[in-house]
T-cell receptor, first 110, second 119 residues
């Protein structure tokens, strides 16, 4: 069945780069997404990548997709304390819904 | 621009009581609508989705139900709450664009969530 796996925690120092990894199982996924959730809030779409792309860059965010290994990563350059949050990886299933991972809690220390 | 409203923000209900959570979307027509639940340490679980008025797909068997009485209104209900229904409930919307070759579903956009505690 469909499944999205992420490591649960990542701790970095302010100014360093953060890399959050994700693996998914459905090779027919059309789009893959990264969402950010701050405490007590809903999910905010950060970025997404079409499955025929290898990389997408958006300011401090870089998404890498290895379709062969079904591996997705999110790199945050120059990580700031305001980046502390839970980051969810998600894959599209069919054309209606998304399947989410359990989320990676990013902790940024100054 | 499109906005999504979800209420209430927090809710404390006793076991066995009914539930009604409401979600409305503005600024778009015929959206796909979703209810997700986020339990501690378990990520997001898709509960229901709807592609049109009166069309509801259920992903998980449980004592919850969903209805879509209007195009941009999605309601999550229960006749009798269980302790295990506690969690953070998120409503979301997307739109489907049809091209000659395929349909494309936009990313999901989420509301601010409802924190439900069943006591």
């Amino acid at each position: 069945g469909e499944d999205v796996e992420q490591s649960l925690f990542l701790s970095v120092r302010e100014g360093d780069s953060s890399v959050i990894n994700c693996t998914y199982t459905d090779s027919s996924s059309t789009y893959l997404y990264w969402y950010k959730q701050e405490p007590g809030a809903g999910l905010q779409l950060l970025t997404y990548i079409f499955s025929n792309m290898d990389m997408k860059q958006d300011q401090r965010l870089t998404v890498l997709l290895n379709k062969k290994d079904k591996h997705l990563s999110l790199r945050i350059a120059d990580t700031q304390t305001g980046d502390s949050a839970i980051y969810f990886c998600a894959e599209s299933i069919g054309w209606t819904a998304l399947i989410f991972g359990k989320g990676t809690t990013l902790s940024v220390s100054s | 621009s499109q906005t999504i409203h979800q209420w209430p923000a927090t809710l404390v209900q006793p076991v066995g009581s009914p539930l009604s959570l409401e979600c409305t979307v503005e600024g778009t027509s015929n959206p796909n609508l979703y209810w997700y639940r986020q339990a501690a340490g378990r990520g997001l679980q898709l509960l229901f989705y709807s592609v049109g008025i009166g069309q509801i797909s259920s992903e998980v068997p449980q004592n919850l139900s969903a209805s879509r009485p209007q195009d941009r209104q999605f309601i999550l209900s229960s006749k009798k709450l269980l302790l295990s229904d506690s969690g953070f409930y998120l409503c979301a919307w997307s739109v489907t664009s049809d091209s000659f070759l395929s349909s494309y579903n936009s990313p999901l956009h989420f509301g601010n969530g409802t924190r439900l505690t069943v006591t």
